[in-house]
């Protein structure tokens, strides 16, 4: 963006965080010695919340609350019959894994986020992961690019699942079986609410 479009974005500016037109997909990736007669998962969320606040200027000044109902996190996988994706979708959500009964939210807000590029739109941002009881500091690179009634913000990070108590599923005596690292792709777009 040239300069004089920064202008515009001078000071501080808050969109609310629009899930419809938003993406958040999880991929859970299979090993062992037969993950050849397994699949990936791909687990998308469908109901989540959230406010952006951006200062190009001053990024301290920026921020990003993110709220998922991890209730709403569904097996989106066409390679799984309707079958194998409701019993994917009921250990996941179970006490194995998510427990939503007890863990009903994930949440995320940063802490601080600085620049990573030379063009204002590549950012690294650090925040606090609230997930199946556990809270820990992640950093992952993000790309947003601002008009102006909303913004998009799009970046990809790893999460190891037992970082934060939980268990990769295993069967056929471990010889099929998730990795510990689960890959989350962010496509967020925001509307602008203030000023």
């Given at each position: 963006?040239?300069a ?25 990736f ?24 951006f ?23 066409p390679?799984?019959s ?52 556990v809270?820990?500091?992640i950093?992952?690179?993000?790309h947003?690019?601002?008009e ?10 790893t999460?190891?699942?037992?970082d ?14 998730v ?5 989350v ?11």
């Amino acid at each position: 963006m040239t300069a004089s479009g920064w202008a515009y974005f001078a000071s501080h500016t808050v969109y609310s965080i629009n899930a419809a037109r938003s993406r958040i997909e999880l991929t859970v990736f299979r090993e062992g010695l037969l993950k050849s007669v397994g699949h990936n998962h791909v687990i998308m969320a469908k109901n989540f919340s959230g406010e952006i606040r951006f200062s190009p200027a001053d990024l301290s000044d920026s921020s990003i609350r993110l709220s998922i109902d991890a209730g709403s996190l569904s097996v989106d996988d066409p390679e799984l019959s309707e079958k194998d994706r409701k019993e994917v979708q009921t250990t996941m959500q179970g006490p194995k894994v998510l427990d939503v009964q007890k863990f009903p939210r994930i949440e995320f807000h940063s802490t601080h986020v600085i620049n990573a590029g030379s063009n204002g739109e590549d950012l690294t941002l650090t925040g606090r992961l609230s997930l199946h009881g556990v809270e820990k500091e992640i950093t992952f690179p993000v790309h947003v690019h601002p008009e102006s009634d909303f913004l998009r913000a799009t970046g990809t990070t790893t999460l190891t699942q037992s970082d934060f108590a939980m268990k990769p599923i295993r069967s056929a005596l471990g010889t099929l079986r998730v990795k510990d690292q689960v890959q989350v792709s962010l496509d967020i777009v925001a509307e602008k609410i203030a000023p």
